[in-house]
């Protein structure tokens, strides 16, 4: 500790100062490396953090949130295509003679083919993932002729059921299930989110390094302003302004690196509700739907919509900007150390140099 006491103050091994000019040209190099040093490993760890909360938010969460969509969707559509074409021992609704499907089934099928679009919009998959969607979308679509197969042999019980059974598999069942490629999907995904809150390696190493580098720019500004007090009789209160900022900046990326990991807590939750979400069956008059303040489409905008509440509470685009505002005031803090240490070395360089 003594040694290293004495380096950081300009003082040899028999306590004497050394010679001025070439001490502060050192410490002019030395101090702004150590304050951009301290503030390269805080902004690493911090913009690490931010990434990944802006890859959650703007990538998986809208991703779930339209994959259970799909999948709910789904399910509805064929509960009402059940309902009006009849499925099993029950018999399709009387007015199914005249409306056939009706306005609802149709519409529900459009929102699951617009939400799988929309899945691959994110850009939250991978390759593989995409075209396991594609097919996705493809198989919905065999599946909406399946159902208006049935509808248009209504008057036939035995092709209305075989449409009905052929869809139901393509829904349900084997090995081109949609349903279960859709909760697949949903998986995957609940995993990569755990996976990207969970990466804090960036974030432990740039903190660890960050830790002995700020008690080296203490160290070394101490001894400097001793220094600089025992030779030139001066106490330079600007040095302290200068390095205050990089204090700063630790202060404000810590907070915000703090916010951003509650922010993508807030998401790694949201997936698993999200995946919770069901559809219950249709009550024995037909009256359930998505739409009923309990119905699984309100779970799933409630669940976004808190979502989203929570993501701008944390601020990230706000953090981010206050990161920024932080480091450029470190920086030009840095530059001002050196361009300080340059002035007062200035006289004494021309002549340490000067004898040599």
Request: hydrophobic share 45%; charged share 20%; with cysteine.
């Amino acid at each position: 500790m003594r040694a290293l006491w004495r380096w950081s103050a300009g003082r040899d091994a028999a306590g004497a100062l050394k010679p001025t000019g070439k001490f502060l040209f050192s410490r002019m190099v030395l101090l702004p490396a150590v304050m951009f040093t301290v503030l390269a490993l805080a902004g690493t760890a911090y913009f690490d953090v931010h990434g990944r909360t802006e890859e959650l938010r703007d990538r998986y969460a809208p991703a779930l949130v339209e994959l259970a969509h799909a999948r709910v969707s789904l399910i509805l559509a064929q509960q009402e295509a059940e309902q009006r074409l009849g499925t099993g021992g029950r018999e399709p609704l009387r007015q199914a003679d005249l409306v056939g499907l009706g306005e609802r089934y149709p519409a529900l099928v459009t929102e699951a083919a617009q939400s799988l679009n929309n899945v691959v919009q994110t850009r939250a998959l991978s390759r593989a993932q995409e075209q396991v969607v594609r097919v996705v979308s493809g198989l919905v679509t065999a599946y909406d002729g399946w159902i208006g197969w049935a509808d248009s042999h209504h008057d036939s019980r035995p092709l209305r059921r075989a449409g009905m059974d052929y869809a139901t598999d393509l829904l349900r069942t084997g090995p081109t299930s949609v349903l279960d490629r859709i909760t697949g999907l949903e998986k995957d995904l609940r995993t990569a989110v755990t996976a990207l809150s969970d990466r804090r390696t960036m974030l432990a190493v740039s903190a660890s390094a960050a830790l002995p580098a700020t008690l080296l720019l203490a160290f070394v500004l101490v001894g400097l302003l001793d220094y600089v007090r025992a030779r030139l009789r001066i106490r330079s209160p600007l040095l302290v302004l200068y390095v205050l900022p990089v204090l700063l900046v630790l202060a404000v990326l810590s907070s915000g690196a703090g916010a951003q990991q509650r922010a993508q807590r807030d998401v790694e939750r949201a997936a698993y509700r999200l995946g919770q979400i069901t559809v219950p069956r249709p009550a024995g008059d037909g009256t359930e739907r998505a739409g009923t303040p309990r119905g699984p489409d309100t779970a799933i905008e409630r669940e976004d919509a808190a979502l989203a509440g929570k993501l701008r509470g944390t601020h990230p685009g706000g953090w981010e900007l206050a990161s920024v505002l932080a480091l450029a005031v470190g920086a030009a803090g840095a530059v001002a150390c050196g361009f300080t240490l340059r002035r007062y070395g200035r006289e004494h360089w021309k002549i340490d140099w000067g004898k040599a």
